[in-house]
């Protein structure tokens, strides 16, 4: 019933009773007067029963007016209990908005000044009045409430609320007679609604696949992203079981199910292989999160999805990058040793035997410097090829660099299976590789060390590896050595040379000895060679072939080479400022001096320094020096040639390719190797070297000098062949500055003299 109906009822029911207590007053009334009228005419006993009749006829009246009143204050009660037991404010309006009634409950939103209000201008935002007037307009005009979804009114805080309300005309109603408003302050639910329609609205547009399962794992909510990230529709999935929720193989990374952490209150993450309805395999990230009742019962779980195919694509080629060599695609140096240290884990936890091979290919700098980069690339990745059909499915080949290739074999039963699969790389890397139009053969030295038997050390293991690769090179490379502990007192050994090396090089230990070049066709000594040796405290002095290499590894051969050039320069002008003049001396560059960028400026600052006709200085450099970049060789050479000084090749014939380039190199000087000179006039081939060089230097106009000369018949063959310039032992030892005189005067002399023995040596010392 609607409230109309119900004012409309109770209004009959008050008039009825009102009626019911007029006509009994009346009756009672009527009944009391003619009692007494019959009884004053009868004078009879009708008295004492019309006082009865009265009295009970005041009874009546009394309970209908008690009736009554009852009925106005139990309306009243209602009526309060409807307006100010709530937090609702009900208001009785006039047409215009003023106020003929306000229940307590206004005071909530106006505070103590609501007993001062008196029209809804008051505290209505000015913009809402004419919506709140045209809703009382429609109540009016249609006879039914009307309602109004929001309008605004100010707290006494100074806040705006949101208001909404129910707008009912009762101006016909007695009591009443105005525009009944129940209205109530919505600010906190539209709010909640705001959010909630922004969060339904961001998760209907998010990008993330969201899916809503009830606490059974009946799927009850999929948005637009999941459907279009898996293929399904909303009616594929709603109302069906959510295989994920329930598959027990499936656990985050502390291994724990999906159901295990959303039963206990916690999320759930983790990245797994799923497909789409077309059956196309693909990556997803899923989060999944539980929602509780207020009974802190699982409601829902709602799962957060996310395609991360292509992150982990991109993963994928990051990790590649990261950890493989890009261009062979073998393993790279950081992922190999963390393979050697899990390799060593299972080693030791198995009781097994692995094998750690250190591959290094044997001139490779040649091939790659002569063909190209490009082909030294193609090279490498045939190499890498070769070397793991060499090898099992759970071997591990790595390139560290360069190279440089490792291989751990796990699991082996000896030491005959590491050699064995040594022997089979070095076979396959026999055979001849095809680069472009050239075909090369290209072998390796092998260095193998074993665990447990060597160490159980990934950095102890490298070492010997490397060690044991380095022997393989002095026993003439293409082979492999196991690692030996004697391999560990030699590398001891070595490094304290280079120690004591480092130390003598700041100290200046080093004093330079000078061997004679005899020019045969003048009897006379034409300049001298430096030679170095290195004073030592305890083994006197140490030949150069002791700790040149290591100087050259080291990087300490470009100080020496500076000590040694400095006194070799400062002993000619000694000789000069004797009167002894027009006498040159050879000083030898090592591959990294000639490859040193301030070369140029260390010469020419040396030369300034000890004041040195450039025309008396000559550097020797090898041959396999030139070949390493030919062009960046000619280059170097012109700019030295172009302060003054001579330049010679020494060790010619000794290495390949150098007479394809000979024309072009700007050298004034051959020297014949001593290799072919000890041979002579006895060897056929190295007689037929010697003189081919000879004759060749001849027809570029080029000097030769021949070394090692210590007989006289390789005194005559030379000569023969009219190469005239001569050094070796026939004419005498290399001697210290302070020797190097009266040595001199004396192998002067003997040069003129008429009785001059040549198959003595006039030097003696050694």
Known sequence: MSPQGRLRTDRKLRFILLLLVFFAAVFSMGSILWLIYQAKLSNSPYFLLSVIVGFLSVV???TGVLILKQRSSLDEQRFRALTEKTTNITLILNRDGGHRYASPTLKLLLGPDADSVRTLAEYV???????????????????????????????????WRTMEGEFTAMLDTPGVNGIVANIRDVTQQRLVEQSMQTLSSA?????????????????????????????YQAADLVGERSELLYKPDITDSDNRTLWECVRSGKTWEASISSHRRNGERFWQSVSASPIFDDSRQLSHIVLNIEDVSEQRKTHAKMEKLAFYDPLTGLENRRLFKDRLEQGLKQVKRHKSMMALLFLDLDQFKRINDTLGH?????????VARRIKRCVREVDIVSRLGGDEFTILLPDLRDNRSAAHVADKILKALAKPIQLGTQEVIVSASIGITMAP??????SVLMRNADLAMY????????????????????????MSLENELRAAVANDDFVVYFQPQVDMETRSVCGFEALVRWRHLEFDMIPPDRFIPVAEETGLI???????????????????ATGIANLSVSVNLSARQFRDQNLIELVKSVLDETNLDPQYLELEITESMLMDNIDQA???????KALGLTVSIDDFGTGYSSLNYLTRLPVDKLKVDRSFVCNLPHDESHMAITTTIIAMAKQLNMQVIAEGVETKDQLHFLMSKQCNVLQGYLFGAPVSSRELIPNLERLQGQLLAPDYDQEQSIFHQA
Do not use: W
């Open 60 to 62: 009546c009246l009394s």
């Open 453 to 458: 038997d060597d160490s159980l050390n990934a």
């Open 471 to 494: 022997r393989a090179k002095d026993q003439g490379r293409n082979n492999f050595q196991f690692f030996t502990d004697d391999m560990n007192i030699e590398s001891v050994a070595r």
């Open 558 to 576: 470009l100080q020496l080479g500076e000590i040694v050039l400095r006194k070799a320069c400062m002993q000619i002008k000694q000789l000069e």
């Open 125 to 159: 935002h000015p913009e809402d009045i004419g919506n709140i007037s045209n809703t009382i307009r429609k109540a009016i005009s249609k006879g039914k409430p009307e309602y109004l979804h929001a309008f605004r009114c100010l707290r006494s805080d100074g806040a």
């Open 634 to 640: 000619i280059d170097i050479l012109r700019q030295l």
């Open 203 to 231: 998760v209907e547009q998010s990008s993330s696949a969201v899916l809503i399962a009830d606490k059974d794992g009946m799927i009850q909510y999929v948005n637009p992203s999941y459907m279009k990230i898996t293929g």
């Open 374 to 382: 490009d082909a030294g690339d193609d090279l490498l990745c045939t």
